[in-house]
């Protein structure tokens, strides 16, 4: 999708930016963890995270980019969940977007270190960002750690890994991707809002956020099944070989695409009800049929 690929190098170059205040000079010693920091940030993705968050306050009225830090955070938090995703006491992937991951690069302390310091960088660049008001940067970092939280990210792979094998039911197997993957989804498309000042708008942005996380985890379970590896750069059939709960395994594959498509047209019709919305609608199809 070319003005996804658009948008995404515009924030390439500005992690880029936001990454180069490490340097020899400044933190030689430990320069191996900001490194590893950049590597993995610098690995690839179609950055839909924070596109959205972009694309969500541009709709609202920020014609300045006033996002633009805070998508890069919100990418940051991403990247810190991918990193100790792969690690061996998680899923144990050697392979992240065709490369080695993190941990395999680097080893595994050091990606653990470049996980936690990515994390804390995303939230020392909202609170630095005095584009935005102190009263947006807070509710920015308070909607963040909401996400990333218990209640959010980490509550999710919590429920995925311990129950690894065991009977997963509809209802805990959604709420678990509500929060695994639902929440930066839902979080990316709350921040834009927050930084166009348009907290009216949020309920709308959590109701197109929500049947698009479901739709978007359920997509990724089917290319687990279905993707070329080349293009997937990870190894497919992970989820069987870990003994893992996905929705094609609970309801079978035709029926997840089924799910899938159902869940992508709400969020299209949510979507088509925004000013604008040309892109996000188009965006939100595409990511139904991406390959990998």
Excluded at 148 to 165: E, S
């Amino acid at each position: 999708m070319v003005e996804l690929d658009r948008r995404a190098e515009l924030i390439n170059r500005r992690l880029e930016e936001l990454m180069s205040v490490y340097t020899e000079e400044n933190a030689a010693h430990q320069l191996i963890c900001a490194e590893a920091m950049k590597y993995s940030l610098s690995a690839g993705g179609k950055r839909v995270r924070p596109v959205l968050v972009m694309e969500f306050a541009r709709i609202w009225g920020d014609s300045e980019g006033k996002a633009a830090d805070s998508a890069c955070a919100l990418e940051m938090i991403h990247t810190f969940s991918l990193i100790h995703d792969d690690l061996p006491c998680m899923d144990d992937d050697d392979l992240r977007r065709g490369k080695p991951s993190c941990h395999k690069k680097f080893g595994e302390d050091m990606a653990l270190l470049a996980g936690d310091a990515l994390e804390n960088y995303a939230f020392d660049v909202i609170a630095s960002d005095d584009k935005l008001s102190f009263e947006q940067r807070v509710k920015l970092i308070k909607c963040l750690s909401e996400a990333v939280g218990v209640m959010g990210m980490i509550g999710g792979q919590t429920v995925d890994v311990r129950n690894v094998g065991k009977p997963f039911d509809a209802e805990l197997l959604l709420k678990m991707y509500s929060m695994k993957t639902g929440a930066l989804i839902k979080c990316a498309c709350v921040m834009g809002c927050i930084c166009a000042e348009r907290y009216d708008m949020i309920p709308a942005a959590e109701e197109y956020a929500e049947a698009l996380g479901l739709a978007f985890q359920i997509v990724d379970d089917i290319l687990d099944i279905t993707a070329d590896e080349k293009k997937l750069g990870k190894p497919v059939h992970s989820d069987a070989e870990l003994n893992k709960a996905t929705y094609p395994a609970v309801f079978g594959l035709e029926a997840a695409k089924l799910r899938a498509e159902e869940l992508t047209e709400k969020a299209v019709s949510v979507a088509e009800g925004f000013p604008d919305s040309g892109f996000l609608s188009e965006l939100t199809k595409y990511l139904l049929k991406r390959d990998y």
